[in-house]
């Protein structure tokens, strides 16, 4: 499998972008990642992995950086030679089957819908999900920032979307699908929550769905994918992102205060602990965000990504470049809501 990497995008790159990369294809012998970005910067980073399969880490030169304080749509069309666009254009060419960056959020969306052709038949707008902790396991949420005006039948393409991913990349049977909203009452909600619940309703996944999810129960599990607008979205996650760094943090300094009094053996356990439950609630555990919807795999990372991150991204991606989910979502959008 090959895979385009954008080596200039996130807050740190080029380093753990290329590491992440070095290491990826180090656990993967099938796997290639072309190291798309401004070439010196990105030589001097390999050179710090002599023993790096070079074969397999090939570099495409862009000139140009998209940063993330930029204005996607004006940016895209100033810095033509950017590696963004170059990433998508190696997909968009057949060059990989799958694109993973940890750059300009706006701007990967926006270079996907530049690129028509790069829809999926039947979808009207991508959307970007983002893997959540439960109780039962992994949800997903979508969409968390693609669409800022999504219509209900957005929505409802969202639905076919998360529930195919959850079953082939996450391994849920039938997940269960809830849309986010302010109340579990079936007249709660704005006219597109209603509107979208009616199409539900009438459509192939009227037995999955399980009608209005509050924001308080979507870490019960009992949906495996919350649908929601990508305003609404976004905001989840980042409030989660904050929550769960203000939690570790006030642990840790608990921690801190009580490790004296107990016995050496025990506060290594309950460092141990800790360490272990935070990695459950990680973004870097996921790597990143799939882009759904799109014809081949798009993972887009947060902006601090680390190695971890990067690698987990390309294991995801190279999961997803297999044509099993893109072949499912075309099919299920054709089965549509009855009219």
Known sequence: MRIALDAMGGDHAPGPIVTGAVEAVRDEPEMTVVLVGERARVEAELAKHPDAPRDRLPIVHASEVIGMEDKPVEALRKKRDNSISKCWGLMAGGDVKAVVSAGNTGAMVASALFNAKMFLP?????????????HQGPIVIIDVGANMNA?????????????????????????????????????????????????????????????????????????????????????????GEGAVEFLFATLKQEVARLLPELPAEVGQKVGGSLKGLKTRFEYQEFGGGPLLGIRGACIICHGSSGSRAIKNAL?????????????????????????
């Open 151 to 239: 219509k209900a039948e957005d929505l409802y393409q969202y639905g076919v979307m998360g529930a195919i991913y959850a079953e082939t990349i996450l391994g849920v049977t039938n997940p269960r699908i809830g849309l986010l909203n302010v109340g579990t009452e079936e007249e709660k909600g704005t006219d597109l929550t209603k509107a979208t619940r009616a199409l539900y309703q009438n459509s192939p996944l009227a037995s999955q769905f399980v009608g209005n999810v509050e924001g308080r129960d979507i870490y019960e599990g009992h949906a495996r994918v919350i649908v929601c607008e990508g305003f609404v979205g976004n905001v989840l996650l980042k409030a």
């Open 122 to 134: 039947g979808v009207r707008r991508p959307g970007i999900a983002a893997i959540f902790p439960s």
């Open 315 to 339: 294991r995801v991606a190279g999961a997803m470049s297999d044509d099993t989910l893109t072949a499912l979502i075309t099919e299920r959008l054709a089965a549509g809501p009855k009219s």
